[in-house]
């Protein structure tokens, strides 16, 4: 044998035309038709945003100016104004609301999916909060109401922020439960065969890397209780004046905030009103969104890999 | 157990058996847990109670019938809330099925490597800006844009289709498909998000393996991703189905509140939670009782709704309970 | 490596210090030096909201260190807070009955304010403005008795006038509102059906019509249905630029909803003492037929002077100046009779 003969061809004999993708077969026609039909869908599904967004701009865009984030609101027939004092009050309610969910419902998600996972207690806990899903917004501020604001005897931010948490709750509880599960086996047995106790297995192993999918659900959650109204009214009522005044910060008082101006001023018949209403609507899911991307980055530093 | 002299162990290292001040923090922290998760039923058990509370007078008086009948007549104390039980389902459960077949298909699309990884970053964010907007905007936004447009169509339907009675009526303003449909809006962001959470997180050597055995690139997600990832889509279909049910503002605004029992898709109706928002500012003493009394039925409704999930779920996952991670 | 990462703990005590910053100026400023600063808060119907809202932010340019702010939460809710002492006053289109006043300790000083007009939008193309609506044909809509434009009822007291063979959809309140009460009260008084029927309420069984939210919700709907018509507040269809009705009053008269034709209705009905007066059918030539009063709900007796004073003062500044504004944001001012006799009732408010 030379040493020609031994570099054969390895495809010698093989039919190669036979090892391509043939669209015309009928499980790669499905699979493409697939692939274009769930590629049309998310097009599809952006199409509502971007109606909502050009609505938004379209009938708000002109107000957007550094006014909107210094002036308080106007009344009737006056022009100008803005609404810094209702995004303050959003910001300030919705972070209430976050301090006390996010802990709250990170803590037992950790309950339910590391140190108690089959036990009765969890069932049970599970149970709640999926009953709480489907709480009516309303009904979290009535219940917000006759917590803290008939006991403290005044509107007030915090009932605001009680209310928000109550819708927050179970949002933040159920998916950091999924995201804790999600982690994976072999890094739970790693940090447990280096002797870590189960606390130290939580904070340095299992939470560091659920944080993507718990600032999800944060995150969702967060853009709900932002955009809520019902449960404000009742709570925090509305204000014309910042939450600071001669230096001091009252929380213990009615708060506005840009939801439930949104739902003022939609429904005024005056026209600065109503493009106040639009101009507020967009600031809203631009606030949202800057949040929401700020998590991301925030999650990416915290974690070193 | 105490510190070994013979490991001169680092602090900052971790592989050193656990000292006492570590088992205490241990202790403390699964202790706390545990705390949450009480206080989690019992605010739940408080919620019921102190709804319950208010709705027994409510209860004692009109037993069952509240939940039969059709009439919302507070002036002569008539309430019956069998039109809302019936406008809750419908319209949750289509916008259920709208949000959930959007939701996990983008899902799939944002997560299975058909995009290159950037523009999958800012089509996920672009989507989650859905959850951002709040509800009154969209709301308005179904009043102003999404009516008139169902009109022309809707119209067509019903004259040409009316005898299917998912068409009998005309479209005259608010009704429940321009409420469903705003409904599944938005919920998609909810599934889709957390869908996508959990069909990221399939390793990818089952993916691979599949693959690798031939199946083409659905196959592969239909088959082994998808099954693999039901149990964090199915929890994300539980959130997307309870914001539906309790879903209030934009609801009240499309729904039309009208005490009309219809299977048609295009006749006003009412739900548990607009009825709630339209009456309980300005109801009086009577009738926040009748309120409670509907706000416990749609508790009962999302208790129900759920058992049936999870009982779905349970025979579901029998299928796929080979595949592990 | 901890999960609290070095960026964290930043964080972490960037935010503490501020809350902590924070603390420290309001325990610093916790006796106040300087002007009192003197906050109300109000709560209650949604009618008068733009106009109460306007009056005290033109209060507040005069009396900077007084700050009153007030929402709109639905008249209901407005009696509810006033119970509950959770507001300095309330507002309700719908006079509190004499059950909701004995449940409020120390009394309750209900103050006429404002009036304003209810009247109905419609939206028929080709059909001029003010287009006449006799009473029978009006309630026959809201009953379904009237289901089509070119009814022989309407076009009797429209000569001249070619009317759609178009059908009448009637566009009412999806929620419970002191507007429909103050509709259904008239409806009830000119026509038995409707006495009989569906009754008078905030919130009533209607036999017909398609629900809307609120009165702006009622404006859009209407401009969008052909063939609708609505009963909402006169700013509303300014704004929205619906046409308007002249309906039948009293005195068989067609009468527009101007601001004359309001003071002519408010002036048919003396107040009485308590200053509680419905107007279900106004009677007099010229006198539009739906108009209502609606109340300031204070407590006769308060415990912080400053805040009695407050209110006082704002009270009196609405029954004068006030007023003058009243009638281009679309409500009808009070008669001077009438503003008077408030003004001295002003009077029961201790300290």
Redesign the interface.
Known sequence: MSTHQALRDPFEGIDLPRLEKSIYSPRAAFSSALSVLTGAMTLVAMLPLASVLAMLIWRGGRRLSLALFTETP?????AGGGFGNAILGTLVMVGIAALISVPFGILAAMFLAEFGPNSKTASAVRFCAKVLTGFPSILAGVFAYALV??MT???SAPAGGVALSLLMLPTVMLTAEEAIRMVPAKMREAAIGMGCTPTQLA??VI??TAVPGILTGVMLAVARAAGETAPL??TA?????WLY?????NLM??TASLA?LIY?F??????NQIELAWSASLVLVLIVLVLNIGGQI?SK????L | MSRHDVVAADR?TISKPPTRFDQFVDRTFRGSTVAFAWLTILLVVLIVLQIAEKALPAVRHYGFSLITST??????G?YGILPEIWGTLYSSILGLMIGTAFGVAIAIFLSQDFLPPKVELVCKNIIELLAAIPSVVY?LWG??VV??LLRPPANWLHEHLGQIPLFGTAL???GMLPAALVLGIMILPTISAISRDALVSVPHKLKEAALGLGATRWETILGVVVPTASTGIFGSMVLGFGRALGETMAL??LV????ELSVSLFS?GNTLA?LL???F????GAEVQVLMYAALVLLVITLLVNCLGAAILTKASARFSGITK | ???C?R??RCWMAITSLIVVA?AG??A???S?G?AK?V?L?G?GA?FP???Y??W???YRQLHPDI?I?Y???????GITQLT????DFAASDAAMTDEEISKVKGGVQLLPMTAGSIVLGYNVPDAPAGLRLPRDAYVGMFLGKVTKWNDPLIAKANPGVTLPDLAV?A?RR?????TTFVFTQHLAAISDDWKQG????????WPV?????????I???IK??PG?IGYL?Y??V???QIPVASLENKDGEFITPTTAAGRAALASAALPENLIVWLPDPPGKDSYPIVTYTWLLCYKQYDDPAVAKALKDVIRYALTDGQK?SA???YIPLPEAVAKQVAAAVGNIKP
């Open positions: 106007p009344s009737a027939f006056s604001v008939l005897g005044s509107f904070w340095r939470l560091p009214i009742f009522l509305f204000s014309n004046d005044s001669h230096g001091r910060l008082e009615p439930v003022n939609s429904g005024m018949p005056f026209d925030f530093r915290s974690i070193k | 900052e009439t919302w007549d507070s002036n002569r008539q709301g009043i102003f009516i008139p005259s303003g608010p009240a605004m039309g509140n009208s005490n006003p607009a928002a339209n009456h500012p300005e109801a009086g | 490596m901890y999960f990462h960026s964290v924070i100026c309001n610093a400023n916790s106040t300087g600063h906050k808060s709560a949604s909201f733009p106009l809202d306007r005290f932010s033109d700050s702010n929402q709109g939460i639905g008249s209901g809710g509950n002492r959770t507001v959809t566009v999806a929620d419970s509102s002191g569906p009754g008078v309420g905030k919130s009533v069984d019509g398609i629900g809307a939210k609120k009165n702006d919700g404006a859009a709907t969008q249905t609708a507040e700013g509303f300014k704004q929205a504004i281009e944001m679309g």
